[in-house]
Every structure is written in structure tokens, then in C-alpha cells.
């Protein structure tokens, strides 16, 4: 790539801790704690899932977890979650993306 000043090549990007969010006008990362998040804070996110796995299993889907959804992890999810049976033709997995939620990450999980 050609610059104005006339040389080559790109420019250094600045590093930083945090991640680049593509929706920067959603609220930031939380602040930190000095202790592990209260269990009961996601009871109601654990049961919304433990309901959707279920009924998952019920159908008798295979339940596949996909730690980390960022380039890799995003589009690993998306092939398993797109497989079929081989005799129906049906979907046979119901996948569950978990992202840690960190500075440099934590917009994934928000969306």
C-alpha cells in the first residue's frame, strides 16, 4: 500500500488490552471484580439453557460446546451447527458458544 508520505507498506497499529468492539456504542466491559461472580447472578440464564438442551436432547440432537467464539470458534459452531443426519436429513446437534468474558472479548458475548 502506498501512503501519502510516499512509503511503503502499513502503517503500525497501536497495540492495546482491549478488543475491538464493532458496536462501540454499546456499554463497555464491566468493571472488575475482586471476587468470582455470585452463582445465582446467571440462575436464570442456566435454567433458560438447561430448558433448550433438554428439549434438545429430547429430539435427540447431540450437544456440542464451543469454547471461544472468535474466528475460529465462530465459524467451527456454525459448521457443526449446519451438519444434518445422513438418514433424515435433519439437523443433529444443537451447538452452545461460550466466550470468558475479558477486555479484549467481552463485546462478543454482549452482542
Known amino acids: 500500500m502506498l501512503r501519502l508520505d ?6 503500525p497499529r497501536a497495540q492495546s488490552n482491549v ?6 456504542s454499546t ?3 464491566p468493571p472488575a471484580r475482586s471476587s468470582p461472580p455470585d452463582r445465582n447472578e446467571y440462575a436464570p440464564e442456566l435454567g433458560r439453557l438447561e430448558a433448550l438442551t433438554r ?3 429430547d ?3 447431540e450437544i456440542v ?8 470458534g465462530a465459524v467451527m459452531a456454525a459448521i457443526v451447527a449446519d451438519t444434518v443426519d445422513k438418514k433424515t436429513g435433519k ?3 444443537f451447538v ?5 468474558p475479558s477486555p479484549r472479548s467481552y463485546w462478543k458475548i454482549r452482542s
Open 91 to 93: 439437523p443433529g446437534k
Open 27 to 29: 456499554p463497555s466491559v
Open 96 to 100: 452452545i458458544g461460550c466466550q470468558r
Open 19 to 24: 478488543g475491538d468492539d464493532p458496536w462501540p
Open 55 to 57: 428439549t434438545a436432547r
Open 65 to 72: 460446546v464451543v469454547m471461544g467464539v472468535g474466528f475460529v
Open 59 to 61: 429430539e435427540g440432537k
Open 6 to 11: 510516499g512509503s511503503r507498506g502499513r502503517r
